[in-house]
């Protein structure tokens, strides 16, 4: 394929199988599912780190793309929603060059019939970056090809506030321990209505994920946050999308107390 990076010839072949599992995303305001995460799973649904623990330095590219891929074809049989969003992690440390290694998700999307600007990439603030000029370089070119960026696990990383400020992603994903009953912590609400409250002012979105229970929800909704994943919404599903129980209810602001 005309420019595509040199790595999808030098990475290594897998030696091992994965799927992919769908968790949604849900936009409480609009009262709708807002797009979808993928999520790596074994074959017969192991978790993440069964396939992750496998991955040699040398498989790092290969696997990067083949996931990309996988996710992308899977959501194009699956999502019926035309404006749904599907959220695809992806390693900064595969990417050689960025306009050019995009071009295999890319051509996924065009087989699968599936709109290529609906497409959001997620790295983690959780994990020391090789070079964060080069993790800069992949979200300025994501950024103008017309994908949404979003920042996973922040409050939990490296770099914090620097590494926000730095990129400005489309949405950050504030990090599931610091939510984790949010309710009892009163030390966590201010923080979490801090983060919000800058990310409103510069134009990012905020996503609450591993939301669990109903008073988790009702602190993070009074802070102003409308977008949340997690099992108090619904568990993923293999190859598949899981229903939303939480939306066959009328639509609600839940109240704290």
Known sequence: MAGACAGCADGAELPFAFKMAFQPIVDVGAHRVWGYEALVRGPNGEG??????????????????SARVLAIETAGRLFDDASARLSINFMPNAVYEPRACIQKSLAAAK???????????????????????????????????????????????????????????????????LLRDIHRHPAKQVIVSGVAAMARQLDIAVLAEGVESEAEFAVLRSAGINLFQGYYFAKPALMALPGVAWLAEPARDVAVG
Do not use: C
């Not at 993440?48 to 793309?65: I, K």
């Not at 409050?155 to 599931?176: E, S």
């Open 111 to 177: 087989r699968a019939s599936f709109p290529a600007q609906n497409l959001m990439f997620e790295f983690t603030e959780n994990e020391r970056m090789a070079s964060p000029d080069h993790v800069e370089r992949i979200v300025k070119s994501y950024k103008e090809l017309g994908f949404w960026t979003a920042l996973d696990d922040f409050g939990a990383g490296y770099a914090g506030l620097n590494l926000l400020a730095r990129l400005q992603p489309n949405l950050i994903k504030i990090d599931m321990e």
């Open 48 to 65: 993440a780190q069964s396939v992750l623990s496998q991955l040699t330095e040398a498989q790092l590219y290969r696997f990067d793309q």
